[in-house]
Protein backbone atom coordinates (compact mmCIF):
# COMPACT_ATOMS: atom_id res chain seq x y z
CA UNK A 1 0.00 0.00 0.00
CA UNK A 2 1.73 3.57 -1.07
CA UNK A 3 1.37 5.85 2.10
CA UNK A 4 0.02 9.27 0.61
CA UNK A 5 0.34 11.66 2.99
CA UNK A 6 -2.44 14.34 3.60
CA UNK A 7 -2.71 18.02 4.06
CA UNK A 8 -2.69 18.03 7.67
CA UNK A 9 -5.27 20.93 7.95
CA UNK A 10 -7.39 19.31 5.81
CA UNK A 11 -7.49 16.13 8.18
CA UNK A 12 -7.46 18.28 11.11
CA UNK A 13 -10.22 20.68 9.89
CA UNK A 14 -12.56 18.05 8.97
CA UNK A 15 -11.92 15.98 12.12
CA UNK A 16 -12.98 19.23 14.37
CA UNK A 17 -15.76 19.61 12.42
CA UNK A 18 -17.00 16.16 13.57
CA UNK A 19 -16.51 16.97 17.02
CA UNK A 20 -18.23 20.60 16.92
CA UNK A 21 -20.67 18.68 15.68
CA UNK A 22 -20.65 15.27 17.64
CA UNK A 23 -20.43 18.11 21.02
CA UNK A 24 -22.42 21.16 19.82
CA UNK A 25 -20.07 23.47 21.21
CA UNK A 26 -17.02 24.97 19.74
CA UNK A 27 -13.82 23.55 20.29
CA UNK A 28 -11.51 25.12 22.85
CA UNK A 29 -8.10 26.29 22.03
CA UNK A 30 -6.88 23.48 23.88
CA UNK A 31 -8.86 20.56 22.60
CA UNK A 32 -8.18 22.36 18.63
CA UNK A 33 -4.11 22.08 19.71
CA UNK A 34 -4.77 18.46 20.62
CA UNK A 35 -6.32 17.48 17.61
CA UNK A 36 -3.91 19.25 15.46
CA UNK A 37 -1.02 17.11 17.01
CA UNK A 38 -3.38 13.85 16.92
CA UNK A 39 -3.94 14.33 13.12
CA UNK A 40 -0.42 15.76 12.00
CA UNK A 41 0.61 12.63 11.31
CA UNK A 42 -2.14 10.87 9.57
CA UNK A 43 -1.62 9.15 5.83
CA UNK A 44 -4.10 9.15 3.69
CA UNK A 45 -5.71 5.82 4.82
CA UNK A 46 -5.84 6.22 8.20
CA UNK A 47 -6.83 9.70 8.11
CA UNK A 48 -10.38 8.14 6.29
CA UNK A 49 -10.06 5.49 8.84
CA UNK A 50 -10.28 7.71 11.71
CA UNK A 51 -13.11 9.95 10.65
CA UNK A 52 -15.39 7.03 8.98
CA UNK A 53 -15.16 5.77 12.73
CA UNK A 54 -16.00 9.22 14.14
CA UNK A 55 -18.96 9.61 12.07
CA UNK A 56 -20.66 6.22 12.95
CA UNK A 57 -19.93 6.73 16.57
CA UNK A 58 -21.74 10.17 16.07
CA UNK A 59 -24.23 8.83 14.22
CA UNK A 60 -24.78 6.34 17.12
CA UNK A 61 -24.81 8.42 19.31
CA UNK A 62 -27.21 10.71 17.83
CA UNK A 63 -29.95 7.79 17.02
CA UNK A 64 -30.25 7.17 21.07
CA UNK A 65 -30.67 10.75 21.89
Do not use: C
Request: overall charge negative; charged content about 35%.
Amino acid sequence: MKHEPVNPMYAKDEINEIFVDGLQRDLSPEEKKLISGWTQSFDKSERATIINLLKELLNKHKRHD
